[in-house]
């Protein structure tokens, strides 16, 4: 009896500490990057890390993750967003791509912002085509 209720409590505790809507709370080393960029991202065995980009939902910013990592060299944990201010209508934010590193050695990780795309995963029309871009980081574990 006495282990169950350890147990509960224990299950209790965790839970309540995976709140806000956030499967992660540590973002590890933050590494910003943006549409049109290639950033280098240099990082020792077992260390999380996350991308950061900006944006903004509301005007129809969407990163999504279009080339994944060598899972040799690091592996993809969650995607987390947090606003700014108050989070109200038309607040911009960030949006987190976080990893664990592995093995020595280099990949590319690509995100993309499909502007305005909705469902889609490519642009719409000529604008969409003019805002949409993405962000490359090339990840080094030594």
């Known amino acids: 009896m006495m282990r169950?209720?350890?147990?509960?409590?224990?299950?209790?505790?965790?839970?309540?500490?995976?709140?806000?809507?956030?499967?992660?709370?540590?973002?590890?080393?933050?590494?910003?990057?943006?549409?049109?960029?290639t950033v280098p991202v240099e990082l020792r065995s077992g260390?999380?890390?996350?991308?950061?980009?900006?944006d903004n939902p509301s005007v129809g910013d969407e990163w999504k993750l279009v080339a994944v990592p060598d899972p040799k060299?690091?592996?993809?944990?969650?995607?987390e967003h947090k606003t700014e201010g108050g989070g109200g209508v038309g607040a911009g934010g960030t949006t987190y791509?976080?990893?664990?590193?592995?093995?020595?050695?280099?990949?590319?990780?690509?995100?993309?912002?499909?502007w305005r795309c909705g469902r889609s995963t490519t642009p719409p029309d000529e604008q969409s085509r003019q805002q949409s871009g993405e962000a490359v980081f090339t990840v080094s574990v030594k």
């Open 4 to 37: 169950r209720t350890i147990a509960a409590a224990m299950l209790a505790l965790l839970a309540a500490g995976c709140g806000g809507g956030s499967a992660v709370s540590d973002f590890g080393t933050v590494v910003k990057g943006a549409k049109g960029t």
């Open 47 to 54: 260390q999380r890390f996350s991308l950061a980009v900006a």
């Open 73 to 79: 060299v690091a592996s993809f944990i969650s995607e």
């Open 97 to 114: 791509f976080v990893f664990n590193s592995k093995r020595p050695g280099t990949t590319e990780i690509k995100l993309y912002d499909c």
